[in-house]
């Protein structure tokens, strides 16, 4: 099979993850990478064995080898660059969030259906094994009639007024960063493994650190806790360390969810509660391999993730027999495979989130965001 020549856009911490899945893909090459600073493209090239380096990505859009790319850079620069990148004929993967407005994103799914191709969000978080699981336990009524949907998303790289990032800055990241950035897979993986939508929300949000001591150099997401206290320059914050939602769901389901990146020692703790008029189920991404299942009348159970043990449906997102975990890392391969087959497959119902669903978590976040401001339930719309 002819491999499906790709280029990355960005090389921080998601351009490395990213990178690694893709050498994880058997039908995919990785041909150039593009990144504002030459010396440390060069140095990620030279790790990967990725020898096309520039500081200009419009050069990768021109080449006609090039199939498609994934865009990894600052959130203010997505829509533009998926934009080009579309207009170039490319297949586009965009970390989340797919834009910085309801706007940019609705003209991103417009664009991506008039040209026919491949488009995808990287809400990777649903890939996972035991998520799958949920899912289909879900789909096939064990839970039965849907309730109620509780979790949350706590980290704590963020804690301390000297802890920086891009994602701080509201020109970088967008207004918002805590909601955005973690609060969004939340409630993707909400709605994806209930089926269910979220209709109405009341939020309130809360900046802890109105100013951040920033450092005079670029620091790369999740090594600020690495740096001294030094050569700092003292910055105004807008955008949110904490938030906590109650929402509305489907036609009677309730539920509530805080997102938190000043939560010590909490590293990177997705969990989520599904409970039903039959049974519950719960899952945390600290505790990956493992879902855990409540009964009314008999005992609960914690189900280890087994290949031999899962739906077949679920199974199909585990390679490794059981006993052997998968983890962070797997979830973005599953992804990746499954976008990759769709290219090599024209006809391929895609099995991936789309530019529409980071529109959807766009809906979503602008609810949240005008909630706050009002102090009120806002209606979430759905998607025409």
């Known amino acids: 099979m002819k491999p499906t020549k790709v280029a990355i856009f960005g090389t921080g911490f998601m351009g490395r993850v990213h990178l690694d899945a893709l050498r994880r893909q058997e039908s995919v090459e990785i041909v150039a990478i593009a990144g504002r600073n030459l010396e440390v493209a060069r140095k990620l090239g030279a790790g990967f064995g990725v020898s096309a380096i520039t500081a200009d990505y419009r050069e990768i859009l021109r080449d006609p080898a ?26 586009v993967v965009c970390e989340k969030p797919l834009a910085t407005s309801v706007r940019e994103a609705r003209e991103l799914v417009a664009l991506a259906a008039q040209t026919g191709l491949r488009n995808c969000v990287c809400h990777n978080l649903r890939y996972y094994p035991m998520v799958q699981q949920l899912r289909r336990m879900r789909e096939a009524g064990e839970l039965g009639e849907i309730f109620s949907v509780q979790g949350g998303y706590s ?13 701080i800055d509201s020109q970088a990241g967008g207004a918002s960063r805590c909601m ?8 993707d993986m909400a709605e994806h493994v ?8 009341v939020a309130d949000l809360q900046t802890f650190h109105a100013t951040r001591k920033q450092p005079k150099h670029s620091v790369e997401s999740f090594a600020n806790k690495l740096l001294g206290p030094e050569d700092y320059i003292v910055t105004p914050v807008s955008t949110e360390d904490f938030g906590t939602v109650l929402f509305h769901m489907g036609a009677r389901a309730r539920g509530s969810v805080v997102a938190s990146q000043v939560s010590a020692g ?21 505790r990956p391999n493992e879902l855990w299942i409540g009964h009314r009348d008999t005992g609960n159970q914690i189900i280890l993730k087994d ?7 679920a199974r ?3 390679d490794l027999p059981g006993g052997h975990t998968e983890g962070y890392d797997d979830a973005f391969k599953q992804l990746f495979r499954r976008f990759y087959a769709s290219i090599a497959t024209p006809g391929l119902t895609p099995e991936y989130p789309q530019f529409a669903d980071g529109l959807r978590q766009l809906v979503i976040l602008d609810a949240e965001l005008e909630s706050h401001r009002t102090r009120g339930w806002i209606d979430v719309p759905a998607l025409d």
């Open 307 to 313: 290949p031999a043990l899962l739906t077949p449906e």
């Open 194 to 201: 209930t089926g269910l939508r979220v209709t109405s929300l």
């Open 155 to 167: 980290q704590d790289w963020l804690l301390y007024d000297t802890d920086w990032n891009w994602r």
């Open 266 to 286: 909490r590293k990177n703790r997705l969990h989520i509660e599904v409970y039903g008029s039959k049974a519950g189920a719960a899952w945390d991404q600290e």
């Open 66 to 91: 090039v199939d498609a790319v994934h865009i990894l850079t600052p959130n203010a620069l997505h829509y533009s660059m998926a934009k080009e990148a579309l207009e170039a004929g490319k297949h």
């Open 316 to 318: 199909a997102y585990a």
């Open 180 to 187: 955005a950035d973690i609060g969004s897979h939340w409630f």
